[in-house]
Nanobody, 129 residues
């Protein structure tokens, strides 16, 4: 059974930075597409980043492009999301999720949460002064 555990969330002031981690167990993370999603109260879940084992291809929506960076450390079986210049509208619970090789999410062409099968429990990010 695939397990993902997020960490690194917290309270940060506008303009600040956080680095989220997504640690995988019971599977090799580099064999899956890994996406980061977020959900704010009263809003739909939104994809914010994705990294594919296919040449390390990444994807970012316009809302976070230039501010967020996804990376992975295969030795640690962990994916990271570096978030810079955070804004109050970035406040949400952040989740990582895995897409199997036969899924559309694997290649990170776009970010649809229906293409991701396994999810972590989430980590809260609050951007406030």
């Amino acid at each position: 059974q695939v397990q993902l555990v997020e960490s690194g969330g917290g309270l940060v002031q506008p303009g600040g930075s956080l680095r989220l981690s997504c640690a995988a167990s019971r599977f090799t993370l580099d064999r899956y597409g890994i996406g980061w999603f977020r959900q704010a109260p009263g809003k739909e879940r939104e994809g914010v980043s994705c990294i594919s084992p296919n040449n390390g291809k990444t994807y970012y929506p316009t809302s976070v492009k230039g501010r967020f960076t996804i990376s992975k450390d295969n030795a640690k079986n962990t994916v990271y999301l570096q978030m810079n210049n955070l804004k109050p509208e970035d406040t949400a619970i952040y989740y990582c999720a895995a897409a199997a090789p036969d899924s559309a999410g694997y290649n990170c062409i776009f970010l649809d949460d229906r293409d991701f099968d396994s999810w972590g429990q989430g980590t809260q990010v609050t951007v406030s002064s």
